[in-house]
């Protein structure tokens, strides 16, 4: 494989485009050798809806798009950005139990860190933002089974 690949797609916000968002960035890690169904996938597409939502519902109508950037350094590490043109950073919210929103940024930090990943949060140039994580690139020899187990 390449020693650089990178992709990217900008997309309006609006809650639809949570689902091309998550639909882009499994696609093109299948293309790069990450089956869909794996526990890596898994996480990846849970990670980035949580990032694409969060660039929809947070930006209060500042921000008409986002951009999605996914690249992979020497078959070793992962870097999933999400850009939008809202000033404001995201800050830790008290999250109640009943809570039915509030808690994206935490299971973004937790999915990342239970991947031996690590979350970024920087502001851009033009005003906006990019949240992006790292992950260790990690992809199964045999595919998993749905019961989670690889495939003998």
């Known amino acids: 494989m390449a020693d650089h690949l990178e992709a990217s797609v900008t997309l309006p916000s609006d809650p639809a485009s949570v689902f091309a968002a998550r639909a882009y960035v499994v696609g093109t890690l299948a293309e790069w050798g990450l089956p869909e169904g794996t526990e890596v996938s898994d996480t990846v597409r849970l990670i ?29 590490r992962l870097r999933i950005g999400v850009t939008d043109s809202h000033p404001r950073l995201p800050r830790r919210l008290p999250a109640a139990v009943q809570q ?26 033009e005003g906006g933002k990019t949240i992006s994580i790292e992950l260790p690139w990690a992809v199964p020899v045999q595919p998993m089974t749905t019961a989670g187990q690889q495939e003998p």
Do not use: K, Y
């Open 48 to 76: 980035i809806s949580e990032l694409a939502t969060n660039a929809v519902q947070h930006t209060f109508g500042q921000s008409p798009t986002f951009t999605v950037d996914v690249q992979l350094d020497r078959d070793e």
């Open 100 to 125: 039915d929103n509030g808690r994206g940024m935490v299971i973004i930090r937790w999915l990342t860190a239970e991947c031996g990943g690590r979350l970024r949060i920087r502001p851009t140039r």
